[in-house]
């Protein structure tokens, strides 16, 4: 994981268009960036929603919000942007982009607009009325006055209308009321990924009153939809909705993915876990609503409110897609049209040697590497960032995010990464305060020792033995093998796994192995 934060940065300055980036779990996806971070701030999360059934689940305004910034972000495409998101982030049908895009509204001062129509546009885009604005996707009208909370401000705007024209726009404090700023437009987002027209409205009132004269749903459940109904005819969108919002397309409906073009890439990392933790989703998924359905509170055309784990990779299909493993394992999703090995190798440390740091930059950058040092303060970053200047290297410092990979060049920045890599196929190297300074390991839980026992000497390795790699897992000990890398000849323990892919330890990163134990 260390070694996919460097090798998307590379790939996003060299591949064009944008990137979403599939994990298996989220904690993988905050993982990645966090090691992306070194690299770039701007990356997107795309988070997970609960697959709930439970009827007045109340769905968290965090979440909702980011998936809701992330369409709105996919709908500007901007060249370069990266999105990563857990495998469960994509198992929700929503809106086409066609559809979601026209729940963004512009207001301007001098614009023709009737305050009627405007309230009828924010109960669609999921605001509710209220008597005062105070929270974030809230409304009130008082005359000719309207407050609006847009959910993506930090303070709520004032729109006041001369007839039916917009006469001035101000944002103010909801505790205070007094005015803030002058504005001359705001745009006004969705505060739903599940935004209403009056098709999709006439589609799902249309099955819910089938539903409901059938009277065979339990009594609770049947006035809950009485409720739905009754919201949705009077043109009013809620996140809570969500589970009735697939009722309005037969074939139609869209995924996370189909907001991403020809030109741009799904990358999913670790194809066979992504797909295996995806059909743990739909499984639970389909349990859970079969003991729903037996009893009365959820309707049969809601079996299908996720897509399949086909339906879901045939909504890839139509972008650039790669997969990257750690081993190779055949999946029934994908046939490789081309494989590409990466080899990786973890970066020796100096522990505040800067003669030796100096000497290693010198062969790399002449070797046309790029490099980047990622430190933890912004009094390190300078403090290196000098010493290498001094030495005459080609340095750069910049700020958190702002770095990039540059052939021949050192990249000196603050950044979040847990430990360094060397990424030899694209000639990338990533060093931290781990590496530098010798930052002391974090105590290991007896847990994460669970199967292994520490290595203290090479006495205790014998070829062919099983060891435990703390990040790769088990493994087989070759044996030692003396690698040139840009010229430095070093020692590195080599691990076998499955065919021929290969893990190259420093030896001075020894305390990274311990013997299995069965």
Same mark, same amino acid.
């Given at each position: 994981?260390?070694?996919?934060?460097?090798?998307?940065?590379?790939?996003?300055?060299? #591949?064009?268009?944008?990137?979403?980036?599939?994990?298996?779990?989220?904690?993988? #996806?905050?993982?990645?960036?966090?090691?992306?971070?070194?690299? %770039?701030?701007?990356?997107?999360?795309?988070?997970?929603?609960?697959?709930?059934?439970?009827?007045?689940?109340?769905?968290?305004?965090? =979440?909702?919000?980011?998936?809701?910034?992330?369409?709105?972000?996919?709908?500007?495409?901007?060249?370069?942007?990266?999105?990563?998101?857990? =495998?469960?982030?994509?198992?929700?049908?929503?809106?086409?982009?066609?559809?979601?895009?026209?729940?963004?509204?512009?207001?301007?001062?001098?614009?023709?607009?009737?305050?009627?129509?405007?309230?009828?546009?924010?109960?669609?885009?999921?605001?509710?009325?209220?008597?005062?604005?105070?929270?974030?996707?809230?409304? !009130?009208?008082?005359?000719?006055?309207?407050?609006?909370?847009?959910?993506?401000?930090?303070?709520?705007?004032?729109?006041?209308?001369?007839?039916?024209?917009?006469?001035?726009?101000?944002?103010?404090?909801?505790?205070?009321?007094?005015?803030?700023?002058?504005?001359?437009?705001?745009?006004?987002?969705?505060?739903?990924?599940?935004?209403?027209?009056?098709?999709? #409205?006439?589609?799902?009132?249309?099955?819910?009153?089938?539903?409901?004269?059938?009277?065979?749903?339990?009594?609770?459940?049947?006035?809950?939809?009485?409720?739905?109904?009754?919201?949705?005819?009077?043109?009013?969108?809620?996140?809570?909705?969500?589970?009735?919002?697939?009722?309005?397309?037969?074939?139609?409906?869209?995924?996370?993915?189909?907001?991403?073009?020809?030109?741009?890439?799904?990358?999913?990392?670790?194809?066979?876990?992504?797909?295996?933790?995806?059909?743990?989703?739909?499984?639970?998924?389909?349990?859970?609503?079969?003991?729903?359905?037996?009893?009365?509170?959820?309707?049969?055309?809601?079996?299908?409110?996720?897509?399949?784990?086909?339906?879901? &990779?045939?909504?890839?299909?139509?972008?650039?897609?790669?997969?990257?493993?750690?081993?190779?394992?055949?999946?029934?999703?994908?046939?490789?049209?081309?494989?590409?090995?990466?080899?990786?190798?973890?970066?020796?440390?100096?522990?505040?040697?800067?003669?030796?740091?100096?000497?290693?930059?010198?062969?790399?950058?002449?070797?046309?590497?790029?490099?980047?040092?990622?430190?933890?303060?912004?009094?390190?970053?300078?403090?290196?960032?000098?010493?290498?200047?001094?030495?005459?290297?080609?340095?750069?410092?910049?700020?958190?995010?702002?770095?990039?990979?540059?052939?021949?060049?050192?990249?000196?920045?603050?950044?979040?990464?847990?430990?360094?890599?060397?990424?030899? %196929?694209?000639?990338?190297?990533?060093?931290?305060?781990?590496?530098?300074?010798? #930052?002391?390991?974090?105590?290991?839980?007896?847990?994460?020792?669970?199967?292994?026992?520490?290595?203290?000497?090479?006495?205790?390795?014998?070829?062919? %033995?099983?060891?435990?790699?703390?990040?790769?897992?088990?493994?087989?000990?070759?044996?030692?093998?003396?690698?040139?890398?840009?010229?430095?000849?070093?020692?590195?323990?080599?691990?076998?796994? !499955?065919?021929?892919? &290969?893990?190259?330890?420093?030896?001075?990163?020894?305390?990274?192995?311990?013997?299995?134990?069965?």
């Amino acid at each position: 994981s260390r070694a996919v934060g460097a090798l998307i940065a590379t790939l996003r300055q060299s #591949a064009g268009g944008r990137m979403l980036i599939v994990t298996p779990n989220d904690s993988e #996806a905050r993982e990645l960036l966090d090691q992306y971070s070194g690299f %770039s701030d701007d990356a997107v999360y795309i988070p997970a929603r609960e697959l709930a059934l439970f009827d007045s689940f109340a769905h968290s305004r965090s =979440v909702i919000d980011q998936r809701v910034a992330a369409l709105c972000s996919l709908l500007d495409h901007q060249e370069g942007k990266v999105y990563v998101a857990p =495998v469960e982030a994509l198992a929700t049908k929503i809106a086409p982009p066609e559809v979601f895009s026209k729940g963004l509204i512009h207001l301007e001062v001098g614009q023709t607009m009737e305050i009627s129509h405007l309230i009828q546009e924010l109960g669609r885009l999921g605001y509710m009325r209220e008597e005062m604005v105070d929270n974030p996707a809230a409304f !009130s009208v008082r005359g000719g006055i309207l407050d609006v909370y847009p959910v993506d401000r930090s303070e709520p705007v004032r729109i006041e209308f001369f007839d039916d024209e917009i006469d001035s726009i101000r944002s103010f404090d909801p505790q205070t009321q007094r005015s803030i700023d002058k504005l001359n437009a705001v745009r006004l987002r969705p505060a739903t990924e599940f935004v209403l027209n009056t098709e999709i #409205a006439e589609a799902i009132l249309k099955k819910l009153d089938k539903r409901l004269k059938k009277k065979n749903l339990d009594e609770k459940y049947a006035a809950h939809l009485e409720e739905v109904r009754e919201a949705i005819s009077r043109g009013y969108a809620s996140d809570d909705h969500d589970k009735y919002y697939p009722l309005a397309f037969e074939s139609g409906y869209a995924t996370i993915m189909d907001y991403f073009n020809r030109e741009d890439m799904i990358i999913l990392l670790d194809d066979a876990r992504v797909h295996d933790r995806y059909k743990m989703t739909v499984d639970a998924y389909l349990e859970n609503y079969k003991d729903y359905l037996e009893s009365g509170r959820t309707l049969p055309e809601l079996s299908d409110r996720i897509p399949g784990l086909a339906q879901l &990779f045939d909504h890839m299909r139509h972008a650039r897609i790669m997969t990257i493993d750690a081993l190779i394992k055949r999946t029934p999703d994908f046939v490789a049209g081309e494989r590409v090995k990466f080899e990786t190798m973890e970066s020796a440390p100096y522990y505040g040697k800067m003669e030796l740091l100096i000497a290693d930059l010198e062969r790399w950058l002449e070797h046309v590497q790029s490099v980047m040092l990622a430190l933890s303060s912004e009094s390190r970053r300078d403090n290196v960032a000098k010493a290498l200047q001094d030495a005459g290297l080609p340095v750069g410092v910049y700020r958190t995010g702002d770095a990039a990979l540059h052939p021949g060049h050192a990249s000196v920045t603050i950044g979040n990464v847990s430990a360094g890599f060397q990424l030899m %196929s694209a000639r990338v190297t990533l060093l931290t305060d781990k590496e530098i300074f010798g #930052a002391p390991q974090r105590r290991r839980s007896t847990k994460s020792r669970s199967k292994g026992q520490m290595i203290k000497s090479f006495n205790e390795l014998t070829v062919g %033995s099983l060891v435990v790699h703390e990040s790769h897992g088990i493994g087989r000990y070759i044996g030692v093998d003396q690698l040139t890398v840009d010229g430095l000849k070093r020692d590195y323990i080599k691990i076998g796994y !499955s065919g021929e892919d &290969f893990l190259y330890v420093p030896v001075e990163n020894m305390d990274t192995l311990q013997n299995y134990v069965g």
